[in-house]
């Protein structure tokens, strides 16, 4: 179409995630048949789209 807007592209942004946490989260992964990197995904996809991260931090700073 001529004069449309592109689509945005997904933006992506890499994580390191610590050996000994990804070990932690190894079991729970292939329960569900997915990996660790998934899982994580998986975790804050869902802090975010339920409004959980200051309930999960507990830190003080959401209120």
């Known amino acids: 179409m ?3 807007l592109p689509l945005p592209r997904p933006v992506t942004q890499t994580i390191a995630l610590p050996v000994d946490r990804a070990a932690q989260l190894l079991p729970h992964a292939e329960r569900r048949g997915i990996t ?3 899982l ?3 975790i804050v996809e869902m802090c975010v789209d339920e409004a959980m ?4 931090l507990d830190d003080g700073a959401g209120a």
Request: no cysteine; net charge neutral; hydrophobic share 45%.
């Open 53 to 56: 991260i200051d309930a999960v």
């Open 2 to 4: 001529t004069g449309s």
């Open 40 to 42: 994580a995904l998986r």
């Open 36 to 38: 660790v990197g998934q």
